[in-house]
C-alpha cells in the first residue's frame, strides 16, 4: 500500500486538485488495477506488474497533479522521464503495444471517474481544465510509449544480449568462443564462476508465459550485471540456466554471501524458490564440467527438500557422491520401487527425511495422526528392508529416493530431447 498524504502536508492547492492528490493511493491502485490488471493476460501470476509500475503511477500522477495546482505545464519531457524506463522494460518482454496502449487508456478511464466522483457542482470550471490537463498527459505517455518501443525494436542492444547468450552456451558446451566474444563485446577471462539457476515450479503455459519469461530474464540479467559491475554471458530462459561470472584473479572472485543474497533477492521478485549452485575459479577449459556438476547439484537440493538458497559442493557432498553414476547407484534406485505405488507411503518418507525424530511435526505436515504416521514407517520397512527409524537406513533412504527421482528428471530431459528432434 502507498502512503497517503493529509491535507496539512500538501501546498494551497484548488480544492478539487488538493483532494486528488490526499486519495492518490488508492486511485493510483484502482488506476493499475483497472489499466494493466484488466489488459493483462489471466494467467500471469498476482502482482507482476505492480512492483515496476504502480511507483511510477503513483510519482508520475502527484507530480502532474502539483503542476496542475500550480497552473504549470508539465512537459513531454517530464512526462518521459518517469514513463520511458517502464515502457523499455515492457518492450523487452514483448508485451504487446496495442495491450500497453489499452491498460493506459484503461488507467485513464479510471482516474477520469475518480476526478468526476470527488468534484462538487460549484467545480465545473475546475474539473474541465483538470480533464484537458490529464489529456495532454495521456498524449505525452502515449508518444513515449511509441518511442520507446520503436527504439528498443530497433536498438543494437538485443543483438549484443544474444551473443551473450550464444557465448555462454558456447563455453558451456566447450565449443570455440572468439568470434562469439567478439560480437558480444566481451573480453573471454580466464577463470569463471559457474553459477546454476534453477527455479522451483511447475511448467508454464498459455500466453502469459512468455511475458513471465521474459521479465524473469531480464530480471535475473540486471541482478547478475549489478552484481558484477560488467554484462554477464548467461543462459537463462527463465526457469533454469548457467551464468558466467569472469575473474582475472583470486581478488575478483565474489564473497559467497553475495549469490546467497541474489538468491533472496530473485526468490522475492519471481515468488517461487530459487536454487543456486556455485563453483568458482573455474578454467575455461573446465566449465563444460562445472556446467553440470553446478546443475546437478540445483536439482539435488531440490528433490531433497532444501530450501532456496545458493549451495556449494561440501552443502550436498554426501549426496552427491551417492549419485555417481555406476551399480552402487542403479542399486540405491531400485530400494525405493516398492513404494511407488503408494504415493502417501512417499510422503511419509519425506516427511520423516525432513523432521527426523519428531514425529508430531512430521505427521502434522502430512496432516495424518502421529500413530498412522508410525505405522506407515514400519510399511516402509517392510517394504524395503530399510527402516526409517535406524539413522544408517534413513540416509540409505534419503539416498535411495534422491537417485530414483534423479533418474526420473535424467529420463524425462531425454524424452524431450528426442521429441524436439524429430519434430524438428
Known amino acids: 500500500m502507498l502512503a497517503e498524504h493529509p491535507v496539512s502536508e500538501l501546498p494551497a492547492l ?8 490526499t486519495r492518490w493511493p488508492q486511485i493510483s491502485e484502482r488506476m493499475l488495477a483497472d489499466g494493466l490488471g484488466a489488459n493483462a493476460p489471466a494467467e500471469l501470476p498476482d502482482g507482476h506488474f505492480t512492483a515496476e509500475v504502480l511507483p511510477t503511477i503513483y510519482a508520475c500522477g502527484r507530480a502532474v497533479l502539483e503542476a496542475i495546482g500550480a497552473d504549470r505545464e508539465f512537459t513531454y519531457a517530464e512526462v518521459a ?5 517502464v515502457a523499455e522494460r515492457h518492450a523487452e518482454d514483448r508485451l504487446p503495444l496495442p495491450m500497453l496502449i489499452g491498460a493506459i487508456h484503461g488507467s485513464a ?12 457542482p460549484t467545480e465545473t470550471a475546475e474539473m474541465a481544465r483538470v480533464g484537458n490537463r490529464l489529456l495532454d498527459l495521456l498524449r505525452h505517455i502515449n508518444m513515449t510509449v511509441v518511442e520507446t518501443y520503436t527504439e528498443v525494436e530497433q ?3 538485443h543483438a549484443e544480449r544474444e551473443a551473450r547468450r550464444e ?6 558446451r566447450g565449443l ?9 563485446d566481451t573480453i573471454l577471462a580466464d577463470q569463471y564462476t559457474v553459477l546454476a539457476v534453477h527455479l522451483s515450479e511447475p511448467p508454464r503455459v498459455g500466453t502469459a508465459a512468455n511475458l513471465v519469461t521474459r521479465r524473469r530474464i ?4 540486471r541482478a547478475l550485471d549489478e552484481l558484477t559491475g560488467t554484462t554477464t554471458p548467461a543462459t537463462f530462459d527463465g526457469a533454469h540456466g548457467i551464468a558466467l561470472l569472469s575473474h582475472s584473479s583470486e581478488t575478483d572472485i565474489l564473497d559467497a554471501a553475495k549469490f546467497d543474497e541474489l538468491a533472496d533477492r530473485l526468490r522475492a521478485q519471481f515468488g517461487v524458490p530459487v536454487y543456486l549452485a556455485e563453483f568458482s575459479g573455474v578454467s575455461r577449459d573446465a566449465i563444460p564440467a562445472a556446467a553440470k556438476d553446478a546443475t546437478e547439484l540445483t536439482e539435488l537440493a531440490r528433490l531433497r527438500g532444501k530450501p532456496g538458497g545458493c549451495y556449494r559442493l561440501d552443502d550436498l557432498l554426501l549426496e552427491y557422491q551417492l ?3 555406476g551399480p552402487a547407484r542403479e542399486r540405491l534406485a531400485h530400494r525405493v520401487i516398492p513404494l511407488l505405488s503408494s504415493p502417501h507411503l512417499i510422503d511419509a518418507l519425506e516427511a520423516h527425511l525432513v523432521h527426523g525424530a519428531d514425529r508430531k511435526t512430521a505427521s502434522r505436515l502430512i496432516h495424518v495422526h502421529p500413530n498412522t504416521f508410525t505405522y506407515r514407517l514400519r510399511r516402509i520397512a517392510e517394504l524395503t528392508g530399510l527402516d526409517p527409524a535406524d539413522p544408517k537406513d534413513s540416509r540409505m533412504l534419503a539416498a535411495s529416493l534422491t537417485v530414483y527421482r534423479l533418474d526420473s528428471l535424467e529420463n524425462e530431459k531425454t524424452r524431450y530431447s528426442t521429441c524436439a528432434s524429430n519434430s524438428g
Open 155 to 157: 536498438s543494437i542492444y
Open 176 to 184: 570455440p568462443a572468439e568470434e562469439l566474444a567478439a560480437r558480444a
Open 81 to 85: 522521464a518517469f514513463v520511458a524506463p
Open 323 to 325: 549419485t555417481r553414476p
Open 109 to 120: 478511464q479510471s482516474v477520469f471517474a475518480e476526478a468526476l466522483s470527488l468534484a462538487l
Open 167 to 172: 557465448l555462454c552456451s558456447a563455453l558451456v
Open 218 to 221: 531480464r530480471v535475473l540479467q
Open 14 to 21: 484548488p480544492a478539487l486538485t488538493a483532494r486528488l492528490l
